[in-house]
C-alpha cells in the first residue's frame, strides 16, 4: 500500500511541475510582446514614440540615398500628403521636410500618424529629432496644419541600401472623439 | 474510433450502467473509446464541410454557397479537423495502449482523464454552434490572423472559447501522458525499452504542454483587442497585425509535430510486426523525435516568408526548416531498413503502414520544396501548400491513424477486422486521396491562390478532377465504419497475441482487453 | 559537396532547355522577370534533386516490398541496428541540402535589393480593391483605384464566363518595359497580399506598415495576379493588372492620365 501511496505522491509532484510548465508557456506567450517589442526597437522597425539621439553626425559626403515621402489615411476624414516626394540626402545630414494635414470634416478629430520603413531594415538608421509622429494630433474643424519631420540618416547604413521609403499612416484615436455623435461629414 | 469496449466482462465492472456508465467513467480503455468515437464524427463533420468546399469549386462561378460561408467552411474544416479530429483521435490512442504498452493498470490521474474527454463535446458543440449564430462562424482562416479576426462577429468569439477549452483538455491529456509514462513503467521497462509509440508520445505530450498555453495566449490577445479596446495587433496603438502571425506560429509549427510524431510511433509499432524483424535503429529513432521537436520550436517564420521580413531573417529560417529534413529522412531510411529482408505479409495494418511511408514521403518533399524561401515566395497561399498539407496530414496523420485502427481492433473488440473490405478501404482511400490532392500542385504552381471560392478558366480542369477525388475519399471513409461495426459483431476470434510476431506488453493481455489490466504490474524482460 | 555539387549540375543544364518550354498548366507561369526566372530554375533544381532522391528511396522500398515476402519464402534477417548506416545517412542528406541551400540564398539576397528604382509604385490593399499611387519617377502623382471587371452575370453563370474571367480589372497598373519598378504595399484595413506570379512577386500588404519588393519586366506584355492573402468575403475577387508597354506607350499613358485629371480638377 506504501507502494502506492508514494507512487501517487511522485505522481502529483510531478502533475504539478507540468502545471507550472503550462501556466509558465502562457506567460511566455504574452511575454512575447514585449520581446518581439524590444526586437523592433532595436532593429529601429517599430519605433515610434519617441525621439532618436545622434550617435555620429559625421557626414558622409560620397553616398547620396534617395529618400521618398509617403503618406497614407486610415479611416480618417483627413487630407495628408507630403510636401515633397523625393529627397535625395548624405548621410549624417540633418534634413527636414514637411508633411500637410487637413481635416475635412466640421468637427475636431484626434489622430496618431505610425511610421514605417521600406526597407524594413533601414528604419534602424533613421534617426528622427523631431516628428509629428511623437504625439497626438488635433486637428480642429476645417483645420489645416504643415507639420515637421526633422532626421538624420545614420552614416551606418548599409551600403546596399541606396532608396528608402518613409511612410506614415494617420489612425484615428478613438474614444477622444468617438462620444461625439457621427454626423455626415460635409468636406472642405 | 469505434464502441467497442467489451461488454462481457461486466463482472469486473462495478458502477453506474447505461449512459452514467460513460460520463462518470475513469477507465482509461473507456476514455480512449470515446476519444476515438468523438474524433471520428468530427472527422465527418469536418468531411461534409471540405466536400461542400469542393462542391463549390467544382466549377468556376458560385454556384452551392455564397463566399462569406464558403470562408466560415474552409475556417471551420481547418479548426475541426486539426483540434476535433486528428489531435483527440491521438488522444485516444494514448489512453487506450499506453497503459497497456507499459505495463500501468491505469493512466496516472483517471479522473482528470475523465475531465479531459468531457471538456471535448464541449468545445465542440461551441464551435459547431457557432455556426447558428448571427454572422455565423468564424471566417477568418483557421490561423484566425488580426486584424481579419478582429472583424469578425460572435462566431469568433466561440470559436476562440472552444479553443480555450480543447486547449485545457489537450494540456490536461497531455501532463496525464507525462506522468503516466515516467512513474508508471512496469519494472524493467527502462526508457530505452518502451516501445517506439510510447516514446513518440512522450515528446508530443511535452510539445503540448509547451505551445498549447501559448496558443491560448494568443487568441486571449485576439479576445482583448476585439472586445476591451488593446491594441496587441492593432498598428493604430502601437501593435503589430504580423506580431500575431509570430506568436500563432510559434505554437503552430509545434502543432504540426505534434500531428505527426504520435503518427511515426504508430508506423513505427506496426512495420517490425509485419516485416517479422525488429525496427531498424530503434535509439536513432528516438533522437530523430526528439530533434525534430527541438527544431519545430525554431522554424515557426517559414510560415511567413511573404510578409516581408528581412533576408537575414528568411536564411535563418530557410536554414533552419531543411534541416528538420534530416532527421525525418532518417526515420523513413530507419523504417525502409526494418523492411529491408524482412519476411513481409500485408495485411491491412501494414497496407496502410507502408501507404503512410510512400504518400507522407511525398509531403516531406514538397515541404522540402516550400522551405526554399525564394519559391516558397512563389508557392506561399497557394494550392500547392493546400496540397502539401493534406499530403502530410490525411496521408500522413489520418492514414497512420487508420493503420493504428486496424492493428489493434482485435485487442479492443477481441475480432479480427474483415481483411478484405479494410484492403478495400485502403486502396479506395489510396487512389481517391491522389485524385483529390495531386492536382492541387499543379493548381498551385500555376498560380491559383487558396481560399477563394471561385477562380480563373484555366484552372477548371484539374478543380473538377480533385471535387471528383474528395467524394470518392469521402464515401472510402464509409467503408470504415462497416469493417468497425462487423469488428465489433463478430468475426474471427482474436488471439491475445493477435499478430503473428506482434511484439509488447499489449499482446500478452487478452483481446478483447479485459476491463481491468495489470492491476499486478508485469516483469518486463 | 562533390555528389550534391553533381547534381545540382545536371539539374541546371536540363533546366536550360526545359524553360523555353514552361507551361503554366503543370508549373510556374512563364517568367517575365529576373527573379521570376531564378524562382523558376530553383524551383526546378529542387525538383529534380527531390525526384531522384524519390526514385532511389522508393526504388529500394519497393523492392523490398515484391523480394521480401513471406510468400515468396523470404526468411527475416535479425539486423536491427548499424551505426555507420545511421551516420551516412545522416551526412548525406546535410550535403545535399547545402547544395540546395546555395543557389538559394543568393536569390534571396537578389530579392531583397529594392534600391535604387526608376519607378515606384505603392500597392494599397482595401476590402476589396487595390488602389495605386505613383509616387516617384516618370507618371509622378497619378493615383487610382483598380477594380475587379468581371460582370456580376458571369459570377452568378447567367452569362458565359470571359476569357479572363476574374483577372480583369478597370484600371491596370501600367509599367515601362525594362525599367526597376518598386512596389510598397500597405492596406487600409486588413492583410492583404500582392501577387504576380510571371514577375516572381508576392508581397504581404499590412495595415499601418509598408513593406517593399521590386521588379523589373523584360517582355510587354499582360500579367495577372490575385490577392493572395485571406481578407475576408471578396478575397477570391480583387485581382491585379500589370500591363507592361514600350517607354513610348507608357509616356503617352502618362500624358493621358494627367490631362483627365486636370481635365477633372477643372470640372
Known sequence: MSIENAQRSENRKLLVRLSIGAVAMFGFGFLLVPFYEKICEVTGINNLLKADEVVNTQVDTSRLITIEFDANIHDLPWRFHPLQSVVKVHPGELITIAYEVENTRDKPITGQAVPSYGPAVSGQFFRKMDCFCFTQQTLEAGERRTMPVAFVLDPALPDDVHTITLSYTFFEIAGKNASLPVSGGSGT | MAAVTPDHLHDHHHGPSGLMRWITTTNHKDIGTMYLLFSFIMFLSGGVMALTIRAELFQPGLQVVEPEFFNQLTTMHGLVMVFGAIMPAFVGFANWMLPLMIGASDMAFARMNNWSFWLLPVAAVMLIGSFFVPGGATAAGWTLYPPLSVQMGMG?????????????????????????????????????????????????????????????????????????????????????????????????????????????GIVSQIIPTFARKPLFGYASMVYATASIAVLSFVVWAHHMFATGMPAQGQLFFMYATMLIAVPTGVKVFNWIATMWRGSMTFETPMLWSVGFIFVFTLGGFTGLICAIAPVDIQLHDTYYVVAHFHYVLVAGSLFALFAGAYYWLPKWTGHMPNETIGKLHFWCSMVFFNITFFPMHFLGLAGMPRRIPDYALQFADFNALATVGAFGFGLSQLIFIVVVVKCVRGGEKAAARSWEDADGLEWTVPSPAPHHTFEVAPVFK | MNLSGRLAGSGLSLIVSGSALAQSRYNFQEPVTSVAEQLYDLHTLMLIICAVIFVAVFGVMFWSVFKHRKSRGAVAANFHESTTVEILWTIIPVFILVGMAWPATRTILYMKDTSSPDITIKATGYQWKWGYDYLQGEGEGIRFVSNLSTPREQIEGSEAKGEHYLLEVDNPVVVPVGKKVRILTTASDVIHSWWVPAFGVKQDAIPGFIRDTWFRADREGIYRGNCVELCGKDHGYMPIEVHVVSAEAYSQWVAKQVASKAALAAN
Not at chain 2, 184 to 195: E, N, Q, S
Open chain 2, 156 to 264: 469568433m468569439d466561440l470559436a476562440i472559447f472552444a479553443v480555450h477549452i480543447m486547449g485545457i483538455s489537450s494540456i490536461m491529456g497531455a501532463i496525464n501522458i507525462v506522468v503516466t509514462i515516467l512513474n508508471m513503467r512496469a519494472p524493467g521497462m527502462t526508457l530505452m525499452k518502451m516501445p517506439l509509440f510510447c516514446w513518440t508520445w512522450l515528446i508530443t505530450a511535452y510539445l503540448l504542454i509547451a505551445v498549447m498555453p501559448v496558443l491560448a495566449g494568443a487568441v486571449t490577445m485576439i479576445l482583448t483587442d476585439r472586445h476591451f479596446g488593446t491594441s496587441f495587433f492593432n498598428a493604430a496603438g502601437g501593435g503589430d497585425p504580423v506580431l500575431f502571425q509570430h506568436i500563432f506560429w510559434f505554437f503552430g509549427h509545434p502543432e504540426v509535430y505534434i500531428m505527426i510524431l504520435p503518427a511515426f
